[in-house]
């Protein structure tokens, strides 16, 4: 075994030795441990800032493009909004660990548990803030980790483990082992994190399309599974009921920020109205500073623009002759993430909602609201797309477990 690979292997056996201590933690001790995390961000937060600048500069100096820097920025407002996210966290009620099912013959009765995996890897790329993100969806579902990012985010992410996430458990009298950050900055380590499935049987997988799917079919390969976050790309619909002063209001709001997974990517316009919207539509692309890519196009129509850094500030416009082409197109050509109809008409809405088979789907809304804390008030550890049973759209906590039947006797 070379180097990397023995150094994945060691997060990974010292998580799972200090596992226990989270399994068994009380829940006010895990929800301790995740107060202390917040405070502990606003303590330390110079020590954090700092970290990151230093991994900014190295980047910028490296030629890394800005959507990539503003990933891999934490600032002063970023910093307080992942406080505020793990105080709400530590503040959710726990998932209830059993449930009676039904009464069974012979006196007895089933009962649904709800147990942790053990340890739960991680990896993602330049996005400091994920460390927290997922360490602390780990804590909440009383999972070890081990994270892995790679070397842009390195130092940002070990100061928030050695400052905060550390610190923070241990207070709480749990076994800060539990949650591991592979400290090598090789791609190897990627591959390895998925090669022990004795240690580690699932990891999140979040970054650019090609090396995630990469890592997906490679642990497969080893028997691990993964929750796969590869793919994004909003889609919006613009119908012949739309309300052009309410298009523009959704396509500004879905380019607030070009380098996630839920901005628009693509915007279908139906043919009766596209004459009548599309000075909105230019008003508001102009004040994103975001190009419509229009027909011809040289590229997939579904191509995600957000993994573009060279040209993230890009939409693909397109004309369409109806609702059921729009939606065809959304199923068929795109990600499958997220795509939302502009419309006044509830009977065209109740027809795209019906016919959009996609993770998430929305109605006079922007797709940017796809993430977990928007919609659930927790963090997220990624948005999972698989067209399988099982968690599917933003996974947080309460997705984290397997279930157990348990047969015993009816006492009551």
């Known amino acids: 075994m070379d180097e990397v690979a023995k150094a994945v292997e060691e997060c990974a056996r010292a998580a ?142 070990q100061r928030l483990l050695d400052t905060v996430v550390a610190p923070a458990l241990a207070e709480a009298g749990i076994d800060p082992d539990v949650i591991q950050l592979v400290p090598r900055v090789e791609r190897e380590a990627a591959s390895a994190l998925v090669s022990f499935p004795d240690l580690v049987p699932l990891v999140i997988l979040r970054g650019s399309g090609d090396s995630t799917r990469a890592l997906a079919r490679e642990a497969a390969l080893h028997g691990v599974g993964t929750l796969a976050h590869a793919d994004g790309g909003g889609v919006l619909y613009v119908d012949a009921a739309a309300e052009p002063a309410k298009v523009r209001t959704l396509v500004s709001d879905s380019l607030d920020r070009l380098g996630v997974c839920n901005r628009l990517n693509l915007l279908l316009i139906n043919d009766d109205v596209h004459d009548a919207v599309w000075p909105f539509i230019q008003e508001a692309l102009a004040e994103r500073g975001v190009e419509p890519s229009l027909a011809p196009h040289e590229h997939a129509i579904g191509y995600e623009w957000a993994l573009d850094s060279a040209h993230e500030a890009t939409v693909t416009v397109a004309k369409v002759a109806s609702l059921l082409e729009a939606v065809s197109i959304a199923n068929d050509q795109t990600s499958g993430l997220a795509a939302g109809i502009a419309t006044e008409d509830p009977d065209a809405a109740e027809a795209f909602f019906d016919a959009y088979t996609g993770t998430g789907v929305f109605w006079n809304a922007p797709t940017r609201l796809l993430d977990g804390f928007k919609l659930l008030a927790v963090p997220e550890t990624g948005i999972n797309l698989d067209r399988t049973p099982g968690p599917r759209g933003p996974v947080t906590y309460t997705d984290l477990y397997l279930r157990q039947y348990a047969v015993l006797p009816d006492l009551g």
């Open 16 to 157: 799972k030795r200090a596992a226990p201590s989270l399994a068994t933690a009380s829940e006010a001790a895990i929800d301790a441990a995740l107060s202390s995390m917040a405070q502990r961000l606003l303590d330390h937060r110079e020590e954090v800032l700092d970290a990151n600048r230093a991994d900014v500069a190295k980047s910028r100096e490296e030629g890394m493009s800005a959507g990539l820097l503003d990933r891999l920025t934490i600032t002063e407002e970023r910093l307080t909004g992942m406080s505020e996210q793990l105080r709400l966290l530590a503040g959710v009620p726990h998932p209830e660990r059993s449930r009676e099912v039904s009464k069974l013959d012979g006196g007895l009765r089933l009962v649904e548990r709800h147990r942790p995996v053990g340890v739960i890897g991680a990896n993602y790329e330049a996005r400091p803030n994920v460390t927290v993100d997922i360490a602390s969806q780990l804590v909440k579902s009383r999972n070890g980790g081990v994270l892995r990012t790679g070397s842009a985010a390195l130092g940002s992410a």
